[in-house]
């Protein structure tokens, strides 16, 4: 692999995801790792990311000059890029001065770095430090205002390095250099793809696995369906999925999972309809919290039993207990929390949430290594219905926590009909990818007076969500064009009985969450 040696910053991840959007293998690796440890793991090159905001820092992480002594192509990036050049015997000038955001830099010199790039360029800059004078070998390749050595590279020893952000796309020609780095520099071919990532989970799947039987709980999000239907390809009929069908998911969604799911993949299901149960359960309470508390509890308990009837049909039939259980977690997940394998399994165990002592699983984890672009393009080559494939993120207490009030079927039916009308429009406006999520919120204790033919109305608001965002933590309302707003409003009023009012909520996240509950 590439290993991203993680000085702490956040855009280790993202560098990750930008090597692999060159079809090249990467990990991301804390930088306390010892360099043996960084070595025995064979990396076709190292990228040192950025990080804190001084190498003068107290406590600074450092580079370990054994790692510019093993033959490694490295490129370092901002705080990396300053580490590399005090372990390689530059300069680094606590300068004082800031450069940060959009800025200019001129190359000053031909390189395999930046070749193929403008002269003048557009970059993301966050520095505080300056490399004043690059280490002894290196030749300088640009420089901006606040930063007389901007690049620089030693070609022989295939090192390389930018002051600035290269994995952001406020860095023009970003992806330039780093692909210049790692098919040049590097000499890599660039043949990673999504085939060569069901081959190999398909491997160790089957390896750790064997003959054993396996179980896996759907959720009709995309991670657990991918999970899933890898481990299906790799062990067959070994597998037996379970859905629980809350009731509180939207129109077609239990059906996407109990049909076309189950067409695409053959996967062997057992559905639960606890639509009552969760009702029953949820009946007269308002507070948000409590909903969320109840519908997690009272997932975790029907799971529970659905399991243990699956685990108690495989022994009468063959003897045979169920040792495994698929989990879809995702790379972010592991790398933050902690990155190592220790550490990732202790949240993995806390997500089952608490099963029983009889029902203590091994866990599968397909996607461990994925990010969640790659997951969907896993996804899309398995045959898995677009539907799935694409779906935006939903909560998992789903329309419990749409619905300001007590949550009934009656609520129910009406939210999801709105909800259908919104996710139609967007989708034939083609703003499915633009927009990260729309929640449809029913404000089930207001109630609104309208007039419509000739009588007057008494029925309740909903509320339109679209947010635009990259991560879920901040988010704004995207602005959606007013053509497409009365479209859904005169649609949402003309088809739904209940509501006759249609809100738009114009809160950006902070102040607002996304969720309404
Ligand atoms: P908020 O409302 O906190 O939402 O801005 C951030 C993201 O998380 C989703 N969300 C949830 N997901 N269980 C979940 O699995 C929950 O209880 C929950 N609450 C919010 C929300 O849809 C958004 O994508």
Not at 355 to 369: A, S, Y
């Amino acid at each position: 692999p590439v290993l991203v040696v993680d000085f702490g910053a956040q855009y280790a991840q993202l560098i990750a995801r930008r090597v692999r959007e060159a079809s090249v293998y990467s990990e991301i690796v804390p930088s306390s790792m010892p360099v043996s440890d960084m070595l025995a793991k064979q990396p076709a090159a190292i990228v040192l990311s950025g990080g804190p905001s001084s190498v003068y820092e107290e406590g600074a992480p450092q580079v370990d000059p054994a790692l510019f002594e093993a033959g490694v192509p490295v490129l370092g990036i901002c705080y990396g890029f300053q580490a590399m050049a005090l372990a390689l015997g530059g300069e680094v000038a606590h300068t004082g001065l800031r450069e940060y955001g959009g800025t200019k830099v001129t190359t000053t010199d031909e390189s395999t770095l930046l070749h193929g790039t403008p002269a003048d360029q557009s970059v993301w800059m966050s520095h505080g430090d300056a490399v004043h004078t690059a280490p002894p070998g290196f030749s300088v390749l640009a420089e901006s205002s606040g930063a007389p050595v901007a690049a620089f590279e030693d070609k022989t020893r295939n090192f390389y390095g930018v002051q600035w952000h290269p994995e952001v796309k406020h860095s023009t020609f970003g992806q330039k250099v780093l692909t210049n780095f790692l098919y040049s520099g590097a000499s890599l071919p660039g043949d990673w793809t999504t085939g060569n990532v069901i081959e190999e989970q398909v491997a160790r799947i089957k390896a750790q696995i064997g003959d054993g039987k396996v179980i896996c709980a759907l959720s009709g999000g995309v991670d657990s369906a991918v999970a899933a239907a890898l481990v299906q390809r790799a062990v067959g009929d070994q597998l037996t999925c379970v859905f629980v069908d809350h009731g509180l998911l939207r129109q077609g969604e239990a059906e996407q999972v109990e049909q076309d799911f189950v067409a695409a993949t053959g996967v062997k299901l057992k559905v639960v309809d606890a639509q009552e149960r969760f009702l029953t359960a949820l009946a007269g309470v308002t507070d948000p919290e409590e909903k969320r508390k109840i519908i997690g509890r009272e997932f975790i308990r029907v799971f529970e039993d659905a399991a243990r009837a699956v685990v108690e049909e495989a022994q009468e039939s063959d003897g045979e207990d169920v040792k495994f259980l698929v989990q879809g977690t995702l790379y972010p997940d592991v790398v933050e929390s902690g990155g190592g394998t220790g550490t990732a399994n202790i949240k993995s165990h806390h997500n089952v949430g608490g099963l029983p002592d009889d029902l203590q699983f091994e866990l599968v984890e397909p996607l461990r290594t994925l990010f969640k672009d790659e997951v969907r393009a896993v996804g899309a080559q398995l045959g898995l219905p677009e539907e799935i494939v694409q779906r935006q993120p939903f909560p998992g207490p789903g329309l419990g926590i749409r619905i300001i009030g007590e949550v009934t079927k009656d609520r129910l039916d009406t939210l999801r009909q709105a909800d259908a009308i919104v996710r139609a429009e967007l989708t034939a406006a083609g703003l499915d990818r633009e927009i990260w999520q729309c929640p449809v919120v029913l404000l089930a204790d207001v109630r609104s007076v309208g007039v419509q033919g000739d009588g007057r109305t008494y029925g309740h608001p909903i509320v339109l969500r679209p947010v635009s965002s990259e991560d879920a933590m901040t988010a704004d309302w995207t602005r959606l064009p007013y053509e497409l707003l009365a479209k859904i409003s005169t649609r949402i009023t003309n088809e739904v009985a209940e509501v006759n009012r249609v809100t738009l909520d114009v809160t950006s996240k902070p102040p607002g969450t996304i969720e309404w509950e």
